[in-house]
């Protein structure tokens, strides 16, 4: 069964960059995700955090 997940992307004053919510069928699978869309929208050095429904933080660089 499909989970959704979060990713945040900010900037350093704390504005959101990226706000996006995706489906993943676990926590390994949504960190590659994760990784995948901050690769692909070019914020991998930005500050961000990946979390899933449980709360649990999956990603994260500040």
């Known amino acids: 069964?499909?989970?959704?997940?979060?990713?945040t992307v900010f900037e350093p004053s704390?504005?959101?960059l990226l706000d996006e919510a995706?489906?993943?069928e676990n926590d390994h699978q949504a960190?590659?995700?994760g990784q995948k869309l901050l690769?692909?929208?070019n914020y991998?050095?930005?500050t961000h955090r990946c979390?899933?429904?449980a709360g649990?933080?999956?990603?994260?660089?500040?």
């Not at 069964?1 to 990713?7: A, E, N, V, W």
């Not at 649990?56 to 500040?62: E, N, S």
């Open 1 to 7: 069964m499909s989970k959704i997940y979060k990713l």
């Open 14 to 16: 704390g504005e959101k």
């Open 22 to 24: 995706f489906t993943a």
């Open 31 to 33: 960190k590659e995700i």
């Open 39 to 41: 690769i692909e929208k």
């Open 44 to 46: 991998q050095d930005q």
């Open 51 to 53: 979390t899933s429904p």
């Open 56 to 62: 649990a933080l999956l990603l994260f660089h500040r």
